[in-house]
């Protein structure tokens, strides 16, 4: 399996996947300042792989801290979050995974100082070993909405490179395949990162699974010649009734897919599910450097002065979704009634169903 990203005695080690396809590179982050600028540099991308960097980066910065006082820890805690949390605003797993460190601070802040940093540094490992747990089962559920033959189509990447392993939208490609359905996935470039080009087909090759990368105008041609049977896709938040903010151009896609009857599926972990957040016109939406348009591999291809529009997502509405894939099931309209059941379920302790 992938390691798109590992604690370590060194510190937090993540494979470079700005360096993908053509080079394997890693880089060890020794400090949560270093871990913010490997997320915000797109080092490491996607939104349950952004919440268990996030978490190591808080327990990078707690293991280190000089504090001696339960106050002093509290506030360097507090500024270590600050820090990570102003990174990526789109990908709610990142906000998740702060909360969720920040709760466990508050179980253990009766304990000595020395097992509060102890216990952090555990709760980060623990959400990278249950993120992998928790993509399996989504593959598992996912399986089933899959063609027995034929093409799939992506957009960006939702595999390993994404999580901790194996995947959400990925996921639920290899556990279909696994259980012997012959799919052949066409991967969407992804421009402006080509995420699509560059990680989700470099993912499949290796896994052995016949891949195709088109350019993000082909999508729709390739859906009227009947060279796709279903779209898969992750998400970086969900709101409470379905929307899906996903990496910019997913709502073309969802669109195109409605034109052609061909169903669109959303893969997502409950942690990526913001019921906060009752419709997508709430999501923020993460501007990004004009250069990563204007410019491949550092040469322009725009004329200089051109005005540029640089989203990272967009958001595609509930009523494009033919289903969302979770880890305790699969969700369908009306969303505001099948999410928060799901989300209120885990909550509960209930186990996810096999």
């Known amino acids: 399996m992938i390691q798109t990203l590992e604690w ?4 937090v080690r993540f494979l470079d996947q700005t360096k993908l396809p053509t080079e394997e590179v890693y880089v060890t982050c020794r400090s949560y300042q270093e871990v913010a600028d490997v997320i915000r540099g797109m080092v490491v991308r996607g ?11 808080i327990a990078l910065g707690v293991e280190s801290s000089r504090a001696q006082t339960l106050e002093e820890f509290e506030r360097e805690l507090h500024e270590i979050c600050r820090v990570i949390g102003e990174t990526r605003p789109t990908a709610v797993n990142l906000f998740w995974a702060i909360r969720r460190m920040q709760e466990k601070f508050q179980s253990l802040r009766a304990c000595p100082l020395s097992k509060i940093r102890r216990g952090l540094v555990e709760e980060a490992q623990r959400m990278h070993v249950e993120d992998i747990s928790i993509n399996q089962a989504m593959g598992r559920h996912g399986a089933v909405l899959m063609p027995a033959s034929g093409g799939v189509l ?10 901790c392993g194996y995947g959400t ?8 395949v696994e259980q012997g359905k ?3 996935v066409y991967a969407d470039e992804t421009r402006p990162f080509l995420q699509g080009a560059r990680l989700t087909a470099w993912e499949l090759v290796k896994d052995g699974i016949p891949t195709t990368v088109i350019s993000d105008s082909m999508s729709g041609a390739m859906m009227r010649q009947g060279k796709i049977g279903a779209v898969i896709v992750g998400a970086d938040r969900i709101a409470a009734n379905g929307d899906v903010a996903n990496k910019i151009g997913t709502y073309t896609v969802a669109v195109l897919a409605r034109e052609h009857a061909i169903p669109f599926y959303v893969a997502a972990p409950l942690s990526t599910i913001d019921l ?16 990563e348009v204007t410019h491949i591999a550092g040469k322009p291809i725009t004329p200089p002065g051109v005005e540029v529009e640089n989203p990272a997502f967009d958001v595609t509405p509930a009523r494009f979704v033919s289903a969302i894939v979770t880890e305790h099931g699969i969700a369908r309209a009306p969303y505001e009634q099948s999410l928060t059941s799901l989300v209120r379920a885990a909550a509960d302790g209930h186990r996810p169903p096999e």
């Open 182 to 184: 012959q799919l052949h």
């Open 47 to 57: 939104a349950p792989a952004i919440g268990v960097a996030a978490a190591m980066g």
């Open 154 to 163: 992506t957009h960006c990447n939702a595999g390993a490179l994404a999580t």
């Open 8 to 11: 370590t005695k060194a510190g």
């Open 169 to 176: 939208a990925l996921g639920v490609v290899r556990a279909a």
């Open 276 to 291: 906060l957040t009752p419709e997508g016109s709430q999501i923020p939406i993460e501007q990004r450097d004009p250069s």
